[in-house]
T-cell receptor, first 112, second 116 residues
């Protein structure tokens, strides 16, 4: 059973629009959630971390967590072509110790 | 911020040879390091967790005799791919976690291994 699920996309949005990325996880005991951005051939870079239910905003990015639904999302406002990348949801599941477990990623394409 | 240096960034080797990948934490002590591999258009798959001074914990399906991990100091972990085969060609990424929890998870820049 996969622990972290994401729609692989591609998700295409026009420049200036809001991009909405979604992720579900299977371990209800998970406590820590992360969104990473990865450009082709590069390693992931952290965008947001979230630990409590609700919203967390950082600039154009908003992470949303709903532990009851085992759901975490990332909203990107005023999307820019430079946001085009693969977005990886990562979770620390209870049984995996301290390692981050990644979803397969959603490819976002922002057209100008 | 925390920096993890990984090298080489790219390596091409012949089948049957061994390749060593190094991962160094430059400005913090990494008591735990993680090794991932990533195939094209796929997610990062956790291979193993290494703790300084102890044996690595390998994920199910990862051959520990093929992927040798050494974490001999608080700033250095190495992954050696032994007797490499073309199917070992992949993108390998290390991640380090500051023992004090101050920096969270920091990733190296990755190593593109091609076995010919």
């Amino acid at each position: 059973q996969k622990e972290v699920e994401q729609n692989s996309g591609p998700l295409s949005v026009p420049e200036g629009a809001i991009a909405s990325l979604n992720c579900t996880y299977s371990d209800r005991g998970s406590q820590s959630f992360f969104w990473y951005r990865q450009y082709s051939g590069k390693s992931p870079e952290l965008i947001m971390s979230i630990y409590s239910n609700g919203d967390k905003e950082d600039g154009r990015f908003t992470a949303q967590l709903n532990k009851a639904s085992q759901y975490v999302s990332l909203l990107i406002r005023d999307s820019q072509p430079s946001d085009s990348a693969t977005y990886l949801c990562a979770v620390i599941p209870r049984q995996a110790g301290t390692a981050l477990i990644f979803g397969k990623g959603t490819t976002l394409s922002v057209s100008s | 911020g925390a920096v993890v240096s990984q090298h080489p960034s790219r390596v091409i080797c012949k089948s049957g040879t061994s390749v060593k990948i190094e991962c160094r934490s430059l400005d913090f002590q990494a008591t735990t390091m993680f090794w991932y591999r990533q195939f094209p258009k796929k997610s990062l798959m956790l291979m193993a967790t290494s703790n300084e001074g102890s044996k690595a914990t390998y994920e199910q399906g990862v051959e520990k005799d093929k992927f040798l991990i050494n974490h001999a100091s608080l700033t250095l972990s190495t992954l050696t791919v032994t007797s490499a085969h073309p199917e070992d060609s992949s993108f390998y990424i290390c991640s380090a976690r500051d023992g004090a929890g101050g920096y969270g998870y920091t990733f190296g820049s990755g190593t593109r291994l091609t076995v010919v």
